[in-house]
């Protein structure tokens, strides 16, 4: 099975390239794709380039021309959830848009005709995270994730998100990745690890943890591969 392992920046993608070591690089529409085989299999790789529209063009090219059937997107997140700290891990259950708004027209925000606020991940892999965590006796929250063209690092506006849209965390292209797998039907994951609280310091706080934050996952990303090695 083809399955893509997205991130946003270098730095998420850095650690799963180091780990697998031997792989093929494919320049397509501006960024570089990269292809491995772990155990039975078949892997490609990419960074998108920060916000929506990168990571939507990159997704989109991992299922069409890629051939990828699943997705799992590894990378960092502003915690809007108290209980989250710097390091912790989050995953998606849903997925929305913050700075989506035609709220002139009378619709709610993150709404668009045709399409809907949030947009759900896969169950299955929503289960394997579960169990991976379960065996590694690593906490994982389970959380809704809001995605906007913005780098959030204002408390008004964080709490906008999370009174809008009941938001846990908050990056910047998680949902618009769920909405390019939902619209191609392929099943996708998106896993983030806290590196700031989106407040006055998260500019600092982004640039301290960036890189450890994406290791850890990383790191618990390759576990899952082993699991659905397994499958
Ligand atoms: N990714 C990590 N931290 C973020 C923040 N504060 N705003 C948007 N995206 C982020």
Known sequence: MKIAIMGAMPEEIEPLLEYFGDYKSEKVAGNTYYTTKYKDLDLVIAYSKIGKVFASL????????????????SGVAGAINPKLNIGDLVVATKLCQHDLDISAFGHPFGYVPEGSVFVESDKEL?????????????????????????FVADEKRKEWIS????????????????????????????????????????????EEFLESSAKNSAKFIIHMLDILAKK
């Open 58 to 73: 990159t997704a989109a090219t991992m299922i069409e021309k890629f051939k990828a059937k699943k997705l799992l997107f």
């Open 126 to 150: 929503l289960k394997i995270s579960k169990d991976v965590a379960k065996d590694l006796n690593i906490p994982l929250q389970e959380g809704i994730i809001a995605t906007g063209d913005q």
């Open 163 to 206: 009174k809008t849209f009941k938001a846990d965390a908050l990056e910047m292209e998680g949902a618009s990745v769920a909405v390019v797998c939902e619209a191609l039907d392929v099943p996708f994951f998106i896993l983030r690890a806290i590196s700031d609280s989106a407040d006055m310091d998260a500019g600092f706080n982004f």
